[in-house]
């Protein structure tokens, strides 16, 4: 059974950073690409960013590209999202997705597996 978990997760000033991860379980992460998408109150979930299983091809959403960095630890069975120069058009509840290929973009319906989320919110 794959189960994806969020964490770190936050509140932080407009500036500020968080590195969020995500432990995966019940799979080996070296078979999986990994995604991060985010739903803001009110709002539609979008793509924020993804990493193929040899983290040759990435992918950034335009409004974090230059400010968030994906990455992944495959003997630690962990994928991170180091999210820098936070704007409060960044609050949202973002989550950890998964899909059994060697790549994958920014689109919900191509993933499989999906943590709970965590909530990251940007104010003073």
């Known amino acids: 059974q794959v189960q994806l978990t969020e964490s770190g997760g936050g509140l932080v000033q407009p500036g500020g950073s968080l590195r969020l991860s995500c432990a995966v379980s019940?799979?080996?992460?070296?078979?999986?690409?990994i995604a991060w998408f985010r739903q803001g109150t009110g709002k539609e979930r979008e793509g924020v960013s993804s990493?193929?299983?040899?983290?040759?091809?990435?992918y950034y959403m335009e409004s974090v590209q230059d400010r968030f960095t994906i990455s992944r630890d495959n003997a630690n069975q962990t994928a991170y999202l180091q999210m820098r120069h936070l704007k409060p058009e960044d609050t949202a509840t973002y989550f950890c997705?998964?899909?059994?290929?060697?790549?994958?973009?920014?689109?919900?319906?191509?993933?499989?597996?999906w943590g709970p989320g965590t909530q990251v919110t940007v104010s003073s």
């Open positions: 997705a998964a899909r059994r290929h060697p790549w994958g973009g920014l689109q919900d319906f191509h993933y499989d597996y």
């Open positions: 990493i193929s299983t040899d983290s040759r091809t990435l």
């Open positions: 019940g799979v080996t992460l070296d078979d999986l690409t």
